[in-house]
């Protein structure tokens, strides 16, 4: 099983709204993602986690929230959004984060965020 | 600082023909590369991992070559199929930073 869920599909919120994205990967991969696409980009890295523990946050505002609870899921907790965070947010994992040259990054299907 | 370039960005092909995309990186000292698929509003479909060793991987009609001197590697797709169409993304990685991603080539087959 190489499967990567996120829920929900779709989100609409206002931008005093609090809400949560949420990612499973039931692989035992040690090191989960979130990224962050707009429209005809590629995917911009937000945070990683590695063995449950936050290794980088590439400077994303504090309005988005990271959790990893435990090893197989991941949390984006999101509050005061602002319309230019609409995007797709992009989960993805894979077995490390190390030295090893095969960790291959597998991805969820996407959360479509609209901020009204 | 790692760059990817992936030419073509848009590419319009009838259906059947062979062709290849193109994914060039600045840094040679990669450990693997690897290239996905997204259809419009999805998600990234991993088509093939090749290691920093390897020359090249093959999936179906897919064949994925590396050159880690020059810094290039090919996405070579086999007698192209309306189904084919999508965005092609090829990604780096070395060492614990992440990913890093091209632009993507826009792939239409046209029936």
């Known amino acids: 099983d190489t499967e990567v869920t996120q829920t929900p599909k779709h989100l609409v919120m206002g931008m005093t709204n609090k809400k949560s994205l949420k990612c499973e990967q039931h692989m035992g991969h040690r090191a989960m993602y979130w990224y962050k696409q707009k429209a005809k980009k590629p995917p911009e890295l937000m945070f990683v986690?590695?063995?449950?523990?936050?290794?980088i946050n590439e400077s994303v505002p504090s309005r988005f929230s990271p959790e990893c609870p435990n090893s197989s899921l991941l949390n984006l907790h999101l509050h005061a959004l602002q319309p230019e965070d609409s995007a797709l947010y992009l989960c993805?994992?894979?077995?490390?984060?190390?030295?090893?040259?095969?960790?291959?990054?597998?991805f969820g299907p996407g959360t479509r965020l609209t901020v009204t | 600082k790692q760059e990817v370039t992936q030419i073509p960005a848009a590419l319009s092909v009838p259906e059947g023909e062979n062709l290849v995309l193109n994914c060039s990186f600045t840094?040679?000292?990669?450990?693997?590369l690897q290239w996905f698929r997204q259809d419009p509003g999805k998600g990234l479909t991993s088509l093939l991992l090749?290691?920093?060793?390897?020359r090249e991987q093959t999936s179906g009609r897919l064949n994925a070559s590396l050159d880690k001197s020059s810094g290039r590697s090919t996405l070579y797709i086999a007698a192209s199929q309306p189904g084919d169409s999508a965005t092609y993304l090829c990604a780096v990685r070395k060492g614990n930073t992440p990913l890093v991603f091209g632009k993507g080539t826009r792939l239409s087959v046209i029936a």
């Open positions: 840094d040679s000292a990669i450990y693997n």
């Open positions: 090749i290691q920093s060793s390897q």
């Open positions: 986690y590695s063995y449950e523990k936050l290794s």
């Open positions: 993805a994992s894979s077995p490390g984060v190390g030295q090893g040259p095969t960790y291959e990054q597998y």
